[in-house]
């Protein structure tokens, strides 16, 4: 039987998140576990798009009784090309109008997924329903999108123009770091409350831990403009040309992901595995001594990466490829998961080097994780999430 339900009237909730489960099993599934833990006592509905048979997922898996869904068709992923994306982001942001006025939510839970338009049409039903918005930037747009792609100024200014409106009016404002956190207070001036809540790890269930760790790097996440994948193979090539034993494990899709294809077929010693599932990835990160965190400086600013969070309970000591200065960096320093190394291929290739003749190389970054491990807990970041929103949901 299906698990969904129709009410008449105001919902008090809605949650607007493109990416939804059980496609993407950390921030889908918390949202999920949010609407369900609040529909005993509020009318919830999610708004979201829909690559999976949703409705048939529902039913087959018992989730998400008492909950609404209102699931759009998804056109697009991160291999996508830049104008197939934003059409897709257009389209979503249409279906999201729709039904937000069927719906006419009293609060409205909306993320950065997609980032500007969908917040900005929020804000917009929120000044005319007087209604309140909890916007939750996992990412500050459209910095972060410029870093990778360059947009044309005047639509940058239009967009830079629209988030930051959207900014100001919310009733609440949940990000990942302290610096992305100054950076909107600095550039929307807002005065709403700003909740620092870091994105959890995937699930380890499952998970086997090895004995004897492979002696090498794992990568797993978006390969994508942000993450210096050119500057990280080239690394790589010059290590291994010049007779490096240690091995690399790459999974997940992105723009590079055919690059990383191309590395794997070229050297034995680079494994490309694609899209993998959650405890997939999970367990490839179990299995390497090291874990590859590389990002662009610049983008650190605006947001930070997703796959830290699972690298700290794979037990896989971490090697950031940024700038000493940057919140990855200093994130890295400050719970002693690691090393970091610029960004620049001679200094990486030898940092693989010398990883390599270290007789312990990751034994030191990874005795002690608990204080850090428990801030990352998914149940705590479900929890986090309760605690803010029904504050605004008036239930």
């Known amino acids: 039987m299906l698990m ?5 009237g105001r919902r008090d909730l809605v949650i607007i998140n493109r990416s939804f489960w059980p496609s993407y099993p950390v921030i889908g599934e918390a949202l999920l576990r949010l609407a369900e833990g609040l529909a005993d006592t509020c009318r919830v509905s999610v708004i979201l798009q829909d690559r999976d048979d949703i409705r048939r997922q529902l039913a087959e898996k018992h989730r998400g009784k008492g909950v609404e869904f209102f699931p759009g068709k998804g056109w697009s992923d991160s291999s996508s090309r830049v104008y197939i994306r934003a059409l897709d982001a257009v389209f979503f942001m249409c279906w999201v109008v729709f039904c937000l006025l069927r719906a006419r939510p009293k609060t409205v839970y909306v993320s950065t997924d997609p980032p500007v ?21 996992q990412d500050i747009h459209p910095e972060a999108a410029n870093i990778a792609v360059r947009v044309h100024p005047q639509i940058y200014r239009l967009l830079f123009w629209m988030d930051r409106i959207t900014m100001r009016r919310a009733s609440v404002l949940i990000t990942i770091t302290d610096e992305m956190a100054e950076e909107i207070r600095h550039r929307s001036g807002t005065r709403a409350p700003i909740h620092i809540l870091c994105n959890p790890a995937v699930s380890f269930d499952g998970v086997v831990p090895v004995e004897e760790k492979i002696r090498g790097f794992s990568f797993c996440g978006n390969a994508g403009r942000l993450q210096r994948i050119p500057l990280l193979l080239d690394a790589i090539r010059k290590y291994l040309d010049a007779g490096g034993a240690m091995q690399f494990a790459f999974a997940g899709g992105g723009y590079f992901s055919p690059r990383l294809s191309d ?5 034995e010693q680079v494994t490309y595995l694609g899209v993998v599932s959650a405890k997939e990835a999970a367990q490839l990160n179990c299995d390497y001594e090291w874990a590859l965190l590389p990002i662009v400086d610049e983008v650190t600013r605006f947001a930070f990466p997703s796959k830290s969070s699972s690298y700290v309970f794979s037990g896989a000591a971490v090697l950031a490829v940024c700038g000493e200065q940057t919140s990855v960096a200093q ?8 090393k970091v190394v610029k960004p620049q291929v001679d200094a990486l290739a030898e940092a693989f ?22 801030e990352l807990r998914f149940e705590r970041f479900v929890q986090r999430l309760k605690d803010i929103v029904p504050l605004q949901a008036g239930s």
């Open 4 to 8: 969904t339900v129709s009410h008449s």
């Open 117 to 137: 338009l969908v917040p900005f049409v929020v804000m917009i039903y929120a000044r005319i329903f007087r209604a309140r918005y909890v916007y939750h930037l």
């Open 263 to 267: 590395l794997a077929n070229q050297y």
């Open 331 to 338: 994130w890295v320093e400050k719970y002693g998961l690691g």
């Open 353 to 374: 080097w010398q990883i390599e003749k270290e007789d312990a190389p990751a034994s030191s970054y990874t005795e002690d994780r608990s204080t850090l491990m428990d």
